[in-house]
């Protein structure tokens, strides 16, 4: 894992530090989907700190339509400026500063400044917001698992492609033994004097032609394979360069992941459904039928409470109330000298579809509570499916490397007592080659075999959520 994540740590920071396998190294460097994902994990940093931003303190001025004239003379200009200052994490608090400016003639008219802060009393725009700060970091976590998953990936394809190449060489070894044994066969058929025109002896002959081809096919395939391999690594396979020499002696040893010891509730699937419904079990909490909003503010020479133009400094205080789809507000500004009468304001509003919408939402969210639910028992019963599978392909693949060992133990030793063998000319070449291909063939099983517990352990990792190696 540390080589893993030096590698993310290249891609996100450049470094340029050395590291102790580079064959898998150069393999993630130069995997274009890392590239990739790296960059999403910057885009989605980028997002949620511009959600944080909206979330924030916010500020809007504005001047307003300038109108400037000239009449008789008389040069005037009239505009209407505001201020607007927000925080929507308070109650979706906000402060308004607004006026109508008129200077005509040097002379100061202005009118209607008004100030004035609202808030919601009862609504679902804090929930709103919390969702979008929920939704902003979930995306962003969700790019970091991506990218830290892609490693993974990446280095068991690198050694899937290396398995590959090994299996070509267990396949060459046993053409080689199968040449081995026919050749032998057609020794003992020339040592009992068969005439060179004879069916037996042509027939042994052409087998050993024919196993000989083989062989050679196969090795120029494993060549070409461990060629294109050797690219992706950013190395090359030089022609005329043996598969034997180029492909590893020994693959690094790990310690097996035991499943069971991972937490359930990290279980990619598990993980995902509980957090979707928690996710929308507060967005219904958020879509709220009943919503309450109060606003209170004070206007300096409102034209508003008097018929007659004559303009007073007003108290504004006001209501807004919403239930499916009636809405209602109301507005009282109550004047500051006793010469005016309170004015008051009414609207109202009614959007009769809304009614009949209600019920029919209420009765989706109840659904849409239940496949949530439906989906969360779907993911317990899929790690309870993983727990078994991959407890039995870790059974299964230290059973095979114990079984590879004993008979590589038994062929190693078989090995050397047939070269000794072959050294007194108690045996022939191939009776020993035969023997020497059987130990190389159990040596590539077991590094098979080591092969496929990193596979094992990746894919197990995989299964799983783990934020705590996320850097």
Request: charged share 25%; glycine share 4%; proline share 1%.
């Amino acid at each position: 894992m540390k080589r893993i994540f030096f590698v993310l740590c290249v891609l996100l920071f450049g470094t340029g530090l050395l590291v102790a396998s580079p064959d898998l190294a150069k393999y993630l460097e130069n995997d274009l989907e890392l590239q990739r994902l790296a960059l999403e994990v910057k885009k989605a940093e980028l997002s949620s700190q511009e959600t944080s931003i909206d979330n924030g303190l916010s500020v809007k001025l504005s001047t307003g339509t300038a109108v400037f004239t000239n009449e008789n003379g008389t040069a005037s200009v009239s505009f209407s400026p505001s201020a607007t200052a927000a925080l929507p994490a308070l109650s979706n608090l906000k402060l308004n500063v607004s006026s109508s400016v008129k200077i005509a003639g040097g002379q100061n008219a202005s009118d209607n400044t008004k100030f004035s802060l609202s808030a919601d009393i009862i609504s679902g725009s804090t929930i709103a917001r919390k969702l979008k700060l929920m939704n902003a970091e979930r995306t962003l976590l969700n790019a970091k698992r991506a990218l830290q998953n892609r490693a993974l990936e990446a280095e068991k394809e690198f050694y899937t492609q290396l398995k590959a190449l090994f299996t070509g060489e267990n396949d060459i070894i046993q053409a080689q033994k199968t040449l081995y044994d026919n050749t032998l066969k057609f020794e003992e058929i020339k040592a009992k004097g068969y005439s060179k025109s004879s069916s037996n002896y042509r027939q042994a002959e052409l087998q050993v032609l024919s196993d000989t081809h083989t062989v050679k096919t196969k090795i120029r395939a494993l060549e070409h394979d461990c060629a294109v391999f050797a690219a992706k690594c950013g190395a090359r396979f030089e022609a005329g360069q043996k598969a034997r020499d180029f492909l590893p002696d020994s693959i690094q040893s790990v310690e097996a992941v035991d499943i069971a010891s991972l937490k359930k509730e990290n279980y990619k699937k598990i993980e995902e459904a509980e957090w979707t419904h928690s996710y929308n079990t507060l967005a219904r909490t958020a879509d709220k039928n009943f919503t309450l909003g109060a606003s209170a503010g004070y206007t300096i020479q409102n034209s508003h409470v008097s018929s007659s133009g004559t303009k007073a400094d007003t108290v504004d205080a006001g209501v807004s109330a919403g239930l499916y789809g009636l809405s209602l507000d109301a507005g009282v500004s109550v004047p500051v000298g006793k010469s005016h009468s309170p004015v008051y304001t009414l609207s109202a509003s009614v959007d009769l579809n809304a009614f009949q919408k209600a019920k029919l939402g209420s009765d989706k969210n109840a659904y849409s509570q239940q496949q949530e639910l439906i989906a969360i028992q779907s993911a317990a019963d899929a790690y309870d499916t993983s727990i078994v599978d991959q407890t039995q392909s870790l059974n299964d693949i230290r059973w095979a490397k114990e079984t590879n060992r004993q008979t590589y133990d038994m062929y190693v030793q078989l090995e050397k007592d047939m070269a000794s063998y072959l050294k007194d000319g108690i045996i022939t070449e191939s009776e020993y080659l035969t023997s020497f291909a059987n130990k190389e063939l159990y040596r590539i099983r077991l590094l098979i075999n080591d092969i496929d517990l990193i596979i094992y352990n990746n894919t197990t990792k995989l299964l799983f959520c783990r934020d705590d190696e996320i850097q």
